[in-house]
């Protein structure tokens, strides 16, 4: 059984009077728990292909199976909802909400869920305690590091306890050990079954991963998860 | 998303941006305030009006000779072919069910002399039954008395103000004034009136009817007023009038005006007035939902990598468009509420500092500008709203 089931992706944008293929005919399998790695220079369909796989985006043909469900045909509101309960993100540039403590950026995508504000505290008092932000509850962005912002944006995005987490240029804006800390973290929610799939330019953060997927021209060029 | 949570993050939005909000919220604010303050003043003004015009008892119904046509009433002084109103007409209304009585009414102006002095006045030709269709009240002495038509004798009352002009603090009592040319003797003082309309109702004095109509060289009388029992419907008693009238006369050669018809008209008008300087007002308010849209506008395009970021985490295009209609609505109210305190904190001041001029703060309007302002909110946030709502999540996310 596979958490991911990607046949026949097409997508294309228009720019100007060009077409731009982003993907072209991807297949692609995922099971639960892995650790998949996408690579490939600038403009070759990874961050088109993560888009589509937190369904931000939808694709000119082809279909996309989450969890064996057929996800493309979903209504927005629907799509929203597998968003809040089986995504999370982990952005480049942490994209926390500059007036909110860390506490209150981490209770977001519950509140969105419209959980009860006493379980909400109790869920994110224990992410903010799984990653050691305790003391920085109250601390706004502005007064945190680069590191601890984005343990917050991990603690935010794993707080509805997603099936997959995808990390675009996670350490993008870190300095190597802070980078360092960050891989650590996501892979130990992996070693806990949360699939994890990381968009890199980085060859050694690639590395790390159990597989990889290098794209090239809107198509998978490569993965080593194919024997 | 829980209503609470949404309000919560809304009202977040707002005071993170402390002077951008207060700024924005001030404009309504003054839009409010001045709805109120300017309802305020015309709701005064109405009260005061309508004051003064029943301060002689609502329940009093004006008969006047000659029939109002399209062409309007004959204006008094200039000679018509009107059949004249008379002394019998009055007393035959005195004799109608629930009328409870009935004055003829004929004035003019002239000299009053008494105790050696002079004065120019007003002279009110009445009889007994005046002192209960104006409700006065009589200091000292008494009101005329009852008389049968054609025996009046010659008595005066005098008003508080002529009183002291005349005698001063003497008894005025069995004094003799003459009015015209003719004598009358002094038999009461009315108690202090006031003012109607800036007319001083206590410069005054009160003789017979069928005496004004000598002393002014009339025949007939100028008005005729006439109360009846509190409660029934004046139209009742109107048309009760009519009939008798009709059938004394031949035919309708006179004007009915009850006051309750008087009051109603004059508090349409009013009423009208009022709306008018309130949507006066409504014009500042439209500049501050402008405001409003502006900043909401400038908002979302400031938040567009949060409106990205509550897309990814599951938040519905409808969830977007309510945080930020929310947060205009908030805006807008909040607003509202400063401008309510505003507007009836200065009606309030004007009250202790003008108190002649009348200030009443009408609460229904209050709450209408309140509720009003909210709907401006709702009105000014559809645009910018409708805006986040729509973003292009990975557009969002990706401007930096």
């Keep these: ?227 | 998303m829980i209503l609470a949570d949404s309000a919560r993050y809304a009202l977040q939005a707002i005071t993170s941006y402390r002077l951008r909000s207060f700024l924005t919220l001030l404009g309504i604010a003054v839009g409010i305030a001045a709805v109120i303050l300017l309802t305020s003043i015309g709701e005064g003004v109405h009260r005061y009006v309508l004051k003064e015009f029943t301060q002689f008892g609502t329940n009093v119904i004006g008969i006047s000779p000659g029939k109002v046509k399209t062409g309007g009433q004959p204006p008094s002084g200039i000679p018509t072919t009107a059949r004249l109103l008379t002394m019998e007409d009055a007393a035959a209304l005195k004799q109608i069910p629930h009328v409870t009585g009935s004055t003829p009414t004929v004035w003019g102006n002239s000299e009053v002399e008494g105790n050696g002095r002079l004065r120019r006045t007003t002279v009110y030709g009445v009889d007994a039954d005046f002192k209960q269709v104006f409700s006065s009240t009589v200091r000292i002495g008494s009101f005329l008395p009852r008389e049968t038509t054609g025996s009046s004798r010659a008595f005066v009352v005098l008003g508080s103000k002529l009183r002291n002009e005349l005698f001063g603090s003497e008894n005025p009592l069995g004094a003799r004034v003459r009015i015209g040319g003719l004598h009358f003797r002094v038999i009461g003082v009315l108690a202090p009136k006031g003012q109607f309309l800036g007319i001083d109702l206590d410069d005054t004095a009160f003789i017979p009817a069928e005496r004004a109509l000598e002393v002014y060289n009339r025949e007939g009388l100028m008005e005729i007023h006439v109360t009846y029992a509190e409660g029934v419907p004046s139209s009742k008693v109107a048309a009760a009038i009519k009939e008798r009238l009709k059938l004394r006369h031949g035919r309708e050669d006179f004007t009915i005006i009850t006051q309750e018809d008087m009051l109603k008209t004059l508090s349409n008008i009013l009423d009208i007035l009022t709306m008018a300087v309130g949507a006066l007002g409504g014009i500042s308010l439209v500049v501050g939902g402008v405001g409003i849209v502006t900043i909401m506008t400038i908002a979302v395009t400031e938040r567009t990598h949060e409106i990205g970021l509550l897309v990814a985490m599951g938040a519905r295009r409808r969830t977007v468009l309510g945080l930020f209609l929310g947060e205009s609505v908030l805006l807008a109210a909040l607003g509202g509420l400063m401008g309510l305190i505003l507007g009836a904190g200065t009606a309030q001041m004007l009250r202790l500092a003008l108190p002649d001029l009348p200030v009443h703060t009408p609460w229904n309007y209050a709450l209408g500008a309140e509720i009003m302002a909210a709907s401006i909110g709702l009105l000014a946030g559809v645009l910018p709203a409708r805006h986040a709502a729509r973003l292009d999540p990975i557009e969002a996310l990706r401007t930096e």
């Design chain 1, 1 to 227: 059984m596979s958490l991911i089931e990607l046949s026949g992706i097409e997508r294309t944008f228009l720019l100007g009077d060009s077409e731009v293929h982003a993907l072209r005919s991807i297949n692609l399998s995922i099971t639960p728990g892995e650790y998949v790695a996408v690579m490939g220079p600038s403009g070759s369909g990874k961050s088109t292909l993560l888009n589509l796989l937190g369904l931000l985006d939808r694709p000119d043909a082809g279909t996309y199976h989450l969890e064996d469900r057929d996800v493309t045909t979903l209504t927005p509101d629907e799509q929203a909802r597998v968003r809040s309960e089986r995504i999370g993100f982990v952005f480049q540039s942490f994209h926390l909400v500059p007036r909110l403590t860390a506490a209150a950026n981490v209770e977001l995508p519950l509140m969105l869920a419209g959980i009860v504000p006493a379980e909400r505290t109790k869920r994110v008092s224990q992410a903010l305690k799984d990653y050691g932000l305790t003391d920085r509850a109250h601390h706004r962005p502005e007064q945190l590091s680069g590191g601890q912002r984005q343990r917050v944006a991990i603690a935010r995005a794993t707080v509805m306890h997603p099936a997959v987490i995808l990390a675009d240029e996670p350490t993008g804006n870190l300095d190597r050990a802070t980078g360092e800390d960050v891989v650590t973290l996501l892979e130990g929610l992996n070693a806990q079954g949360v699939t994890l799939i990381v968009v890199t330019h980085d060859q050694t953060l690639g590395a790390r991963a159990r597989r990889q997927l290098v794209m090239e021209d809107g198509a998978i060029a490569r993965d080593s998860g194919k024997g």
